[in-house]
């Protein structure tokens, strides 16, 4: 079965860091890009920041200067490393992957993980 796995949510008080780890398993061909998204109470999910398989990134206007995104390709896993938080990046935040499941393949298939909560008390 081919999934995501979030960890590294919390509690934490503002000014403070956390650092979210997605994992990709199942039988997979590729990763291409991989990203986080956040969901805060009543709101649309939002995009934080997306990183493609040669590490090219991009970031929300919100988080930029803030938070780190990097992958480990080896490993199928992407990491947020959240520094300098704020209450309004209080959210439920959700790794997303596009993946190519055979090399003949070239389609790609979108996959989301459970979502871990991040709670930032002011």
């Known amino acids: 079965q081919v999934q995501l796995v979030e960890s590294g949510g919390g509690l934490v008080q503002a000014g403070g860091s956390l650092r979210l780890s997605c994992v990709q398993s199942?039988?997979?061909?590729?990763?291409?890009?991989m990203g986080w998204y956040r969901q805060a109470p009543g709101k649309q999910r939002e995009l934080v920041a997306t990183?493609?398989?040669?590490?090219?990134?991009t970031y929300a206007d919100s988080v930029k200067g803030r938070f780190t995104i990097s992958r480990d390709n080896a490993k199928n896993s992407v990491f947020l490393q959240m520094n300098s938080l704020k209450s309004e990046d209080t959210a439920v935040y959700y790794c997303?992957?596009?993946?190519?499941?055979?090399?003949?393949?070239?389609?790609?298939?979108?996959?989301w993980g459970q979502g871990t909560q991040v709670t930032v008390s002011s």
């Open positions: 997303r992957s596009s993946v190519r499941l055979r090399p003949f393949n070239s389609l790609e298939y979108t996959y």
């Open positions: 199942g039988d997979i061909f590729t990763i291409n890009t």
């Open positions: 990183i493609t398989s040669d590490g090219t990134t």
